[in-house]
């Protein structure tokens, strides 16, 4: 029997008065009162938009492939789909140029508050100089632009597989949501970068013994590449019901399984070793290959000193640097190593006794 769905949490929609001051607050500078004749249309289409709950207004049908090919797909889900594939195509063919996503994980740049850049991206500019000249390609993924750049977000997850792993889509489909505002979302591009890679090499701060905010955002919405649904229309959308009754059969497909992986995490004071380690279980989780012990990674960068001369103490920290190149040689090496099939994953046949 598929279990009920249950119902009564979220609050009623804005009232009229309402939604009209929560959309006001982003134009809150007076320079904005010269167009507010024009604001005021705006804002009554946003509000039909509201009540009528337009997540997508633009779709496209599903076609071929799909399991209701007549069914209405969002047109920016059906793009960052057919980009996934065609990324997923090159990646396996071995024609292609390696290619290695270094992802900078610090909130901080200098084109925000801090007015500095930040030591991670220092690092991870180390590592993209080494990989350039050994002729792999790099792409470089900098989370600090959720803190710099102009309405760039990665929105939260939703929590869609805590209610049947069906209902959560890969990639995911719950954004853009523009009856809610919740757009520029920049996760389709992420996507791309992780399934287009061979090898991922995360460098990350630590902030309170955790992984940054943009950092675990991104983590949190890579959920959908672990078990997640390829075709919304099996689920007609977000029908719960249905996605309850199809897990009952469900393979938990592992869309990044294969490729390599490096850790680079450091500190001041405390905890890298345990955001280290749970960035390992995560990775490993998903099917991802660690490339060694020594491209897994924790180091404490001015330990207990003064945070205005920590960029100075990794200047004289040169055995650290040599250590995170070390990093990227190791993942380098095993990216290789896997796609001539010399490294081969040891449990890549073996049936799991104990799934989801």
Not at 124 to 144: F, N, P, Q, T, W
Not at 273 to 292: K, N, P, Q, V
């Amino acid at each position: 029997m598929t279990s009920t769905v249950r119902k009564g949490q979220a609050p009623a929609k804005l009232d009229r008065d309402e939604f009209r001051l929560v959309f006001s607050r982003n134009f809150h500078d007076p320079a904005y009162e010269a167009v507010g004749q024009q604001l005021a249309a705006v804002e009554e289409v946003a509000w039909q938009a509201y009540v009528d709950s337009r997540k997508s207004p633009l779709t496209v049908k599903a076609g071929p492939g799909f399991a209701d090919p007549d069914y209405d797909l969002s047109v920016e889900w059906k793009e960052a789909h057919d980009r996934l594939v065609a990324a997923e195509d090159r990646q396996k063919d071995p024609a292609t140029r390696s290619r290695i996503l270094l992802i900078n994980a610090s909130a901080r740049n200098d084109g925000s508050c801090p007015g500095e850049v930040s030591k991670t991206w220092r690092l991870s500019k180390m590592c993209e100089d080494l990989l350039s000249a050994e002729g792999i390609d790099v792409d470089m993924l900098d989370l600090s632009r959720l803190t710099s750049d102009y309405d760039r977000h990665i929105h939260p997850c939703k929590g869609c597989v805590s209610t049947a792993m069906p209902l959560c889509h890969w990639p995911c489909s719950c954004y853009p949501n523009n009856s809610l505002h919740q757009v520029n979302d920049w996760m389709n591009e992420i996507y791309e970068k992780w399934v287009s890679a061979h090898g991922i090499i995360i460098m990350t701060p630590t902030y309170w013994y955790q992984a940054p905010a943009v950092l675990k955002s991104m983590i949190d919405r890579l959920v959908c590449a672990d078990g997640g649904n390829p075709d919304p229309s099996s689920t007609h959308g977000k029908k719960a019901e249905e996605a309850k009754a199809l897990e009952q059969d469900w393979d938990y497909p592992k869309h990044l399984a294969g490729r390599v992986y490096g850790l680079v995490v450091h500190g001041d004071v405390a905890g890298i070793e345990g955001l280290r380690r749970s960035l390992s279980d995560w990775l490993d989780w998903m099917g991802l290959i660690d490339a060694g012990r020594a491209a897994l990674l924790d180091r404490y960068v001015g330990y207990y000193e003064s945070y205005e001369g920590s960029h100075d103490t990794l200047d004289a920290d040169t055995a650290f640097q040599e250590e995170v190149r070390n990093v990227a040689r190791c993942v380098a090496a095993a990216v290789a190593d896997v796609r001539s099939g010399k490294l081969l994953q040891a449990d890549r046949k073996l049936t799991n006794p104990r799934p989801k």
